[in-house]
């Protein structure tokens, strides 16, 4: 018998904020009937400068946000600490943060294992935590942010290898995140886990050919990270010679984010917004397309890519970010340079002219079973096995 494991998490949907992204609560989800758990949902709140100065004096910087909760000792817990921006002062508040979350920690059930779920922000956390309390800990590698802090703070560089160093297991959300950050802290020798997003659901439709359309995928809120505007200009490039392929943009948003994606747009040809599409529709509206692309300027994971792959179509990614080393050497993952509009233009060509047989080698991927990894089951046995092992190592590195 043991405690729970405790998951502190800075991207939790919770009553503060319902809108942040749903990969982590899914995979505590997925685990729920193999262990008992408890999860710290974090929320950064700028204090203005007295209040960062107050806390860097000593004040603690935890509160509960005046807001319904789940249940301050509950498995679930909405929290909110105070932190300036722009990584000011990131380490010592984290410290503090650490600490104020020691003292609560201790009024309940000792944890048996503390999982941070970010490397330079919830692990920091939880490695001070953890070393305090004698427990191990684990880490999720998030590759956006983290390859972004570890780039913005060489200062903190040593700290942030001995997080990385000293947790029990590392799970890594694709294969090019754990990459980057193990060349610039050096290679791990205990044991890294790839653990891919999970779907909100599994269905695998068989590709079709005969579609009009090349698709793209987002909330029209995040436009600019998604690099629509050089998707649209490879687009009017591949209507040079295609005038007949459109660009369905598939997402929603506000008013205000429609309007800045309708001026992004402007009057170019063969473009339409397709506004937002039940989950449940996703598949019919993915699998009546040529193929997906999303040359995100920035992308962890990028579930959509995956969603794409199972409703049958080939995708054109960004090289060096998503879904990178999952797929090398398949032909229907077609890396592109983000920052090239003419690298984006040779993908959705490739899109375009190989259709038929993009879609025919999606297929016998889709029948060998090698879409078995990213379906909820295994995603379910791999994170489960690998925090068997964290709680297996008693506070030490494997």
Known sequence: MHG??????????????????????????????????????????????????????????LFEPPIQNHGTDGPFATL??????????????????????????????????????????????????????????????????????????????????????????????APWSLRAVEARLGAREGQSIMLPCPLAADRIMPPR????????????????????????????????????V???????????????????????NGISLRGAVANAAIPESFNAAIGLALPSLRESFGMVFIEAMMAGLPVVYPQGRAIDGYFDGQAFAIPVDPQSSASIAEGLARLVRDEAALKA????????????????????????NGLSLALATNGHAV
């Open 4 to 61: 729970p494991i405790l998951h502190l998490s800075a991207d939790f949907p919770d009553r503060f904020d319902a809108t942040k992204t749903r990969a982590i609560q899914t995979l505590v989800e997925l685990v729920e009937d193999r262990f008992d758990q408890q999860v710290f949902s974090l929320n950064r709140i700028a204090p203005g400068p007295a209040g960062t100065i107050a806390t860097l004096l000593g004040r603690n910087p």
């Open 246 to 268: 459109e660009l369905h943009i598939l997402g929603g948003g506000g008013e205000r984010d429609h309007l800045r994606v309708k001026q992004l747009v402007g009057a170019r």
């Open 209 to 244: 050919v005969g579609g009009n359309a090349i698709v793209t995928a987002f909330h029209l809120r995040n436009a600019r990270r998604k690099n629509l505007a050089r998707l649209v200009d490879a687009h009017q490039t591949l209507r040079a010679d295609r005038p007949d």
């Open 80 to 173: 909110a600490y105070r932190a300036p921006g722009r990584g000011m002062w990131h380490h010592t508040m984290l410290r503090r943060l650490a600490d104020a979350l020691l003292d609560r920690i201790t009024r309940g059930p000792r944890p048996a294992l503390i999982v941070g779920h970010k490397l330079t922000v919830e692990g920091l956390v939880a490695a001070r935590i953890g070393a305090r309390m004698g427990v191990p800990y684990a880490l999720t590698i998030q590759g956006d942010t983290d390859t972004k802090i570890l780039s913005a703070r060489p200062d903190l560089r040593p700290a942030f290898a001995r997080v990385f160093h000293g947790a029990s297991v590392v799970f890594s959300l």
């Open 361 to 384: 080698v999606l297929a016998q991927w889709q029948n060998a079973g090698e879409a078995t990894r990213f379906t909820r089951a295994a995603i379910a046995d791999t994170f489960a």
